[in-house]
């Protein structure tokens, strides 16, 4: 980039003082200029070199992540990162709303079953989770669109919504084709949700001090929900952090599957046609996500359960 940027530069000021006679002069100037440029970034030096080195961090922490050699956002732009502004919002809206529904159906089913371990509807819902954590999710994504797409015919089989997103409409078309694929993740990982959420809730039960709230005569239903789910509130955290970054991880697959115009489609397609700095790119960005949900995940850890606080002495 910089190097195209030097040149541009250079050009435009060799065409403004009309210095070429020919276009062999020019065309050496603009070797000449090329070479400058390839020696000052220590691109003509090996991948070790202190120099590439460097300037290759320096273009990571400041985001300058290239250009894509075949993807241009809907504005033609190549930059992988404007491709990233474009796809990350459907990314997030899709996998962040699921991961919440998710988690809220695992914390108000799975704390209602926590009250009736060993009933029929607690081993139904254990035989579910034992079953989703079974089933490929890209299968089970395939029957979805194979029964609510072709045989009902209610979701469109594409998640990507024919109108330009410049379209006054665009929205509304965005959440109709986001349906279909918010339903099949939910439905992969709900029944997980709610086991791990019941058992979650029974060892809080278990603990002494729970118990004595039940011998001085509060409701258990007062128990359950203002002692038993603020106790749990931690663990519930992490399962609502880590649920998201696995969701975006698997998101490749998901997004490919439905089409849905995101950055795990992005970067299934970066792959299939080997572009390079969009893929780089796209695994830099994701791993600084992955960092930056659990930092927040650290936090908010701190924040609801005092006794991992550190204190100054």
Do not use: C
């Not at 115009?261 to 796209?282: E, R």
């Amino acid at each position: 980039m910089q190097v195209v940027n030097s040149l541009s530069n250079s050009l435009s000021e060799s065409q403004k003082l009309n210095q070429f006679d020919n276009m062999e002069q020019r065309q050496k100037f603009i070797d000449q200029q090329i070479d400058l440029q390839i020696k000052s970034l220590g691109l003509d030096e090996p991948w070790y070199s202190p120099k590439k080195i460097m300037n290759t961090l320096f273009q990571i922490l400041t985001l300058n992540l290239g250009n894509s050699r075949f993807f241009t956002t809907h504005d033609g732009s190549s930059s992988v990162n404007e491709l990233i502004k474009e796809k990350l919002p459907n990314t997030i809206l899709l996998f962040t709303s699921s991961s919440l529904a998710v988690v809220g159906l695992g914390i108000v089913i799975g704390s209602y079953l926590a009250r009736r371990e060993g009933r029929i509807t607690d081993k139904f819902i254990a035989g579910l989770a034992s079953l989703s954590l079974s089933v490929p999710p890209w299968w089970f994504s395939m029957i979805m669109i194979v029964v609510f797409s072709f045989f009902l015919q209610i979701f469109p089989a594409r998640s990507t919504p024919v109108i330009p997103p410049d379209s006054p409409g665009y929205f509304a078309s965005l959440l109709y084709h986001m349906a279909l694929p918010f339903i099949t993740i939910v439905l992969i990982g709900f029944a997980s949700s709610i086991y791990y959420v019941k058992y979650i809730i029974l060892r809080v039960i278990e603990e002494d001090y729970i118990k004595t709230l039940g011998v001085i005569g509060i409701p258990p239903r007062k128990i359950l929900l203002k002692h038993a789910l603020k106790n749990a509130s931690p663990q519930l955290t992490t399962m609502l952090g880590v649920g998201l970054i696995s969701t975006l991880g698997g998101s490749i697959l998901i997004e490919e599957i439905f089409d849905w115009p995101g950055m795990g489609n992005l970067f299934y397609n970066a792959i299939l046609q080997n572009d390079s700095p969009l893929i780089i790119g796209l695994v830099y960005f994701f791993t600084l996500l992955y960092l930056a949900t659990r930092f927040v995940l650290d936090l908010a850890l701190s924040v609801l359960d005092p006794r991992i606080r550190t204190e100054d002495n």
